[in-house]
Nanobody
Framework: QVQVVGSGGGSVQAGGSLTLSCAASGDTRNIMCLAWFRQVPGKKREGVAVIYTGGISTFYIDSVKGRFTISQGATKASTFLQMINLKPEDSGDYFC???????????????????WGQGTQVTVSS
């Protein structure tokens, strides 16, 4: 099995920065797709960014392009999400997710992800 742990949330002023960390452990031989999602109460979970560590490819939603950077961590089953110039609308619970993505990688549909970490809260005040 695979366990996923995400961390690094916090509270910042608008314009501030935070970096989230995520690591998958266990049987991670085929875990090369990791993504970050965020959710606020009453809304659907939204995919923010995904990385394919087999070839270091990344994809972002438009609202975070130029401000968020997803990168590989120490292993192919770990990742960082660096967030700069944060806005109040970036607030929410952030979840890291992992999947075996042999064949295709570019998806931010939460139903495509098998393994989930616990949420870490990000609060951006204006």
């Amino acid at each position: 099995q695979v366990q996923v742990v995400g961390s690094g949330g916090g509270s910042v002023q608008a314009g501030g920065s935070l970096t989230l960390s995520c690591a998958a452990s266990g049987d991670t031989r085929n875990i090369m797709c990791l993504a970050w999602f965020r959710q606020v109460p009453g809304k659907k979970r939204e995919g923010v960014a995904v990385i394919y560590t087999g070839g270091i490819s990344t994809f972002y939603i438009d609202s975070v392009k130029g401000r968020f950077t997803i990168s590989q961590g120490a292993t192919k089953a770990s990742t960082f999400l660096q967030m700069i110039n944060l806005k109040p609308e970036d607030s929410g619970d952030y979840f890291c997710a992992a999947r075996d993505c042999r064949g295709w990688w570019r998806t931010l549909d939460p139903t495509d992800y098998t393994f989930w970490g616990q949420g870490t809260q990000v609060t951006v005040s204006s």
